[in-house]
């Protein structure tokens, strides 16, 4: 599996911390994406600070992102500011990460690679 084949893959409803993924699920995913995904300090959420030319090109980054989660049902949470955006993944309902967010990171950034 690379990062191509999570980008094809679909999001699915997932309840319950029968659905987090343990240490070792997470840091193989991990090496699956581009660099600069990051776990974060507790584990429970990966994050990716995307740079941009201005803050156009990071409005419309952010939009396909929207778009794109809402296609899928599963939300990020994103911080933005002047040529950049902070993208934060975590599967709330399992209580950290779940392989919904490896899917959404690897269509991240497939939209970047379009």
Not at 10 to 24: R, S, T, V, W
Not at 38 to 55: E, M, N, S, Y
Not at 74 to 91: F, I, K, R
């Amino acid at each position: 599996m690379n990062a191509n084949d999570l980008a094809t893959r679909h999001c699915q409803a997932l309840k319950g911390k029968e659905h987090a993924l343990g240490a070792g699920q997470v840091a193989e995913l991990l090496q699956l994406l581009p660099s600069g995904w990051q776990l974060r300090g507790d584990g429970a959420a990966i994050v990716k600070d995307f740079k941009f030319a201005d803050f156009h090109h990071t409005l419309g980054f952010i939009n396909a992102v929207g778009f794109m989660a809402n296609q899928e049902d599963h939300h990020p949470d994103l911080e933005a500011g002047y040529g950049h955006c902070q993208v934060l993944w975590s599967t709330h309902d399992v209580g950290g990460l779940s392989l919904n967010d490896f899917i959404c990171a690897a269509r991240v950034e497939a939209l970047l690679a379009r």
